[in-house]
Every structure is written in structure tokens, then in C-alpha cells.
């Protein structure tokens, strides 16, 4: 059975092998669909977090403007 089977197998000459280039592009492409996905695993919408992080963000620089201190609780 193996002899059969080995005998369609392309070997590795024959496989296409992308350029230095093409490959560098699509490792690049893949680190940042893996970045994206990070960013927004356990978050159904995305779009209202980031406006709730710079409606926050504008909260803490205006509070800042006003002399008081920007106090930030962080847990972990």
C-alpha cells in the first residue's frame, strides 16, 4: 500500500516555493490578523470599547487640565 501512495506525493522539487519577499509579506499579514484577533477576543463590539476608551481618555485629560489628580485603580 505505501508504494502506491508515496508515488503521488509531490516531492519537494516540484512544490512552488514563494519568494523572500512574498513570504515576509504574508508572516506580516498573519502577526497582525493575530494581533486583531487578540484585541478583541472576549469583546462582541469592538467599535463601542475603543469609544469608551477615548471618551475616558478625554475624562482623564480634562481632569488633568484641572489640577486635580488623575488617579487610576488598576486590579490584578
Do not use: H
Not at 519568494?19 to 462582541?44: D, F
Not at 463590539?45 to 475603543?50: Q, S
Amino acid at each position: 500500500m505505501g508504494i502506491f501512495s508515496s508515488c503521488f506525493k509531490a516531492s519537494a522539487d516540484e512544490l512552488p516555493t514563494p519568494s523572500a519577499e512574498v513570504r515576509r509579506q504574508l508572516q506580516i499579514e498573519a502577526a497582525e490578523r493575530r494581533q486583531r484577533e487578540n484585541e478583541s477576543r472576549g469583546i462582541k463590539d469592538v467599535e463601542r470599547v475603543k469609544r469608551q476608551q477615548k471618551l475616558q481618555e478625554k475624562k482623564d485629560s480634562e481632569q488633568g487640565a484641572m489640577g486635580e489628580p488623575v488617579l487610576k485603580w488598576q486590579s490584578g
